[in-house]
């Protein structure tokens, strides 16, 4: 990795797309350390911890810390990912952002558009939910429709100004940008993060405790990344065969080839989907301030992911099975949504390819369907693994940390695509590799 950095570092158009990319992502710290005009910050900063608690660190790891400290950026890139699932999923069942999505270049401009002006709906309606919840709370002073316009106006207007940065570092800096922006929130939190650690289990202990403490948590962090990127990488190649042509006295095709299948073919998305589901009803709860008891709260309790692995309450973490449960049934629905085994049979079929064995047409995709359906089974269970680690000693333990295994897929996912980008572009202008295989 340091070698192909230092190696397109080499590249003057690379050199000032990095740069370009540093200092966007500069002005969204900056923009998440900014206060919303006329807000007590603090005051609401205050009553989130007492609400949220720790059970909320993944909101809190995708806005940087932001949203807990209410922010003119604490919406950041949450409504824009929301908005990326909706019409991934609207994709399916609307015919024709189905026909959008598979017409080209345009089509995916189209696309674009629509989920920036969902993004911007789904801001609006967000801040005007925190702001009213929290004019009804008492914490906004003078509450009435123009505080509550100016909280609309600022959040909105911060997370659609992080999207259009994100946009800027895809089209001038390098990689993706919401997904760099993404990888610098959760990154900014781990300082603190680990400062947690060092407090819940080293400061004030013995020396040997204290190298057994920290012994254990290098091991937990280095462990879970080396599983998330043998999760990511990991891949199942099916070998193609292409029929060869005689045309004009040569012959062409006849060369071996193979469809890589990802293990985790779903990637990180059907954690984010389980957590939003669970954590719904939670939100719901806090904002019309129900307390319930008897077997509607022991509901609530074991949704609560900050309860799950708790040796005082076993019996909560019955949610972390719903939750492992779900991370499977989204693996495939996510899978299905994203890979297409007829489309890629017709394709084969129509390039004049064939999967040794197997007669093209419905025996192909009824072969990459059983591929399929035990590869995504595999990697629901790599993501379920990884998933769960940080949540046992979370739990357990009680190490409150906002980087668990989704934000440890995220980055390593980020990083990864990142530094392939840059490898290609060195690739383009040099026409050499620097990454060893």
């Known amino acids: 990795m340091f070698e192909t950095l230092r190696n397109a570092l080499k590249v003057k158009d690379i050199r000032k797309r990095l740069l370009f990319t540093l200092v966007v992502l500069i002005i969204c710290r900056l923009g998440s350390q900014l206060p919303i005009p006329g807000i007590d910050t603090d005051t609401i900063s205050q009553y989130l911890n007492s609400l949220l608690g ?10 940087g810390g932001s949203f807990e400290s209410m922010s003119l950026f ?3 890139v949450t409504p824009y990912i929301t908005a990326s699932i909706i019409i991934q999923l609207l994709t399916i069942a609307i015919p024709a952002l189905e026909e959008l999505y598979r017409d080209g270049e345009d089509g995916r401009k189209k696309i674009n558009n629509i989920t920036r002006f969902v993004t911007l709906g789904l801001s609006v309606l967000e801040s005007a939910g925190l702001a009213i919840g929290f004019g009804k709370q008492g914490l906004l002073s003078n509450y009435g429709p123009l505080i509550v316009m100016e909280m ?6 911060g997370s659609v100004f992080v999207m259009w940065l994100g946009e800027q570092i895809t089209d001038k800096g390098v990689g993706n940008g919401i997904s760099i922006i993404l990888l610098c929130n959760i990154v900014s939190r781990m300082p603190n993060d680990l400062y947690n650690l060092y407090q819940k289990f080293m400061e004030g202990k013995q020396i040997s405790n204290v190298i057994i403490a920290g012994v254990i948590i290098f091991i937990v962090i280095i462990g879970t990344i080396i599983l998330t990127i043998i999760l990511n990488d990991a891949e199942r190649r099916i070998p193609v065969q292409y029929s060869r042509k005689i ?6 095709g006849g060369l071996g080839s193979t469809l890589p299948v990802k293990v985790n073919t779903a990637n990180v998305m059907p954690i984010i989907f389980s957590s939003s589901l669970l954590q719904f009803p939670l939100v719901i709860k806090q904002l019309i301030g129900a307390d319930p008891k008897g077997a509607a709260g022991f509901i609530f309790n074991a949704l609560n992911q900050s309860n799950w692995c708790n040796p005082d309450h076993w019996n909560w973490s019955i949610g972390l099975i719903v939750y492992l449960v779900l991370n499977v049934i989204f693996a495939y629905f996510y899978t299905s949504i994203t890979f ?9 079929k129509k390039q004049g390819g064939y999967i040794p064995g197997i007669r093209p047409g419905k025996a192909t995709v009824d072969y990459l369907n059983s591929i399929l359906t035990y590869i995504i089974f595999i990697g629901a269970v790599g993501l379920c693994i990884v998933a769960v680690i940080p949540i046992f000693f979370n739990g357990y333990f009680g190490a409150n940390v906002s980087f668990g295994g989704t934000s440890i ?3 390593a ?3 990864l695509e990142t530094m392939k980008q840059i490898e290609s572009q060195t690739l383009v202008r040099q026409y050499t590799g620097f990454l060893t295989e």
């Open 54 to 63: 720790d059970s909320f660190n993944l909101l809190n790891s995708f806005t």
């Open 74 to 76: 604490a919406l950041n």
């Open 152 to 157: 609309i106006v600022c959040l909105t207007a």
């Open 247 to 252: 045309q004009g006295g040569s012959q062409l």
């Open 340 to 348: 297409n085994p007829l489309e890629i049979s017709n394709n084969m």
């Open 409 to 411: 897929i995220i980055i």
């Open 413 to 415: 996912g980020v990083v």
